[in-house]
C-alpha cells in the first residue's frame, strides 16, 4: 500500500492510500484517534476500519494528523486537524475524481472531527462513528446532521461513557431525513481490545452497515 505525502495546511501531512483498479471506485477517509494520547493512523481500530472500507471496494486513505509520526505541524485543539482532514479529503478527491460514494470513517477524536467534516462537505454520503467522546467534546453542532450514518461503541467503554453516547445519538434520532443507527459492541471496552470478542463484531457490523448502504440509493 502506497504512502502519500501531501500538502496539509501547516506542512506536508503522511498517509496511506490504498486505490482500486475502478476508476469509479466509492472513497473513503479514516482519522484516527486523539494525537496527544498515542493515537496514530496505525491504531488497531483505524486500520481495521481502513482495510473494511477496502475489502468492501473503496479506494481508502488514512493519515497523521499534523505532528504525528512524520506529518509536520504541531497538535491544535482539533481545530487544525479538521483543516487536515479536509486537505485529506481535497487530495483523496483529485485523485478519484469519478468516485460515486464519498465516506468518512473516525474512531474517538477522529469520530468528532469526522462528524464536523461532514457538516462542511455536503459530498459526503455516510459516516461511521467508532466510540464517538461526547462526554468530552460537544457534538451540537450537527444541526442538522446531513448524512446517514452508524454510531457504534462498547457497553464497557470508560473513556467515551456509553450514556453520553446514547444521548447524542437520541437526539440526532429527532432530526428528520436522515438514519441514525446505534450499535453498542456488549462488554467492549474504548478500544475494542478483545479481538474475537469485541474487535472482530464491531468491524463486522461496521461492513454490513457500509455494504447496505452502498445497495441504497437514499442518503
Not at 52 to 79: K, P
Amino acid at each position: 500500500m502506497p504512502e502519500v505525502i501531501f500538502a496539509g495546511p501547516e506542512g506536508r501531512l503522511e498517509g496511506r492510500y490504498h486505490p482500486q483498479k475502478e476508476r469509479d471506485a466509492p472513497i473513503a477517509i479514516v482519522l484516527h484517534p486523539h494525537p496527544a494520547y498515542g493515537g496514530t493512523m496505525n491504531n488497531k481500530v483505524v486500520y481495521n476500519l481502513h482495510y473494511a472500507f477496502y475489502n468492501l471496494g473503496f479506494t481508502v486513505m488514512r493519515f497523521n494528523f499534523r505532528g504525528v509520526g512524520r506529518s509536520q505541524g504541531e497538535y491544535d485543539m482539533g481545530i487544525g486537524e479538521l483543516s487536515d482532514a479536509a486537505s485529506a479529503l481535497d487530495y483523496l478527491q483529485s485523485m478519484n475524481q469519478n468516485a460515486k460514494h464519498c465516506w468518512v470513517a473516525g474512531f474517538s477524536f477522529g469520530a468528532w472531527i469526522g462528524m464536523q467534516l461532514l457538516m462542511r462537505r455536503p459530498e459526503i454520503t455516510g459516516f461511521i462513528s467508532v466510540a464517538p467522546p461526547a462526554n468530552l467534546y460537544d457534538f451540537s453542532f450537527l444541526a442538522p446532521c446531513p448524512a446517514s450514518g452508524l454510531i457504534i461503541n462498547g457497553t464497557a467503554d470508560k473513556v467515551a461513557p456509553p450514556k453520553d453516547t446514547t444521548n447524542l445519538v437520541n437526539k440526532l434520532h429527532e432530526q428528520k431525513g436522515i438514519t441514525i443507527t446505534h450499535t453498542q459492541i456488549e462488554g467492549a471496552d474504548h478500544f475494542f481490545k478483545d479481538e474475537e470478542a469485541h474487535m472482530k463484531p464491531m468491524i463486522d457490523t461496521v461492513s454490513g452497515y457500509v455494504k447496505r448502504r452502498l445497495t441504497e440509493v437514499t442518503r
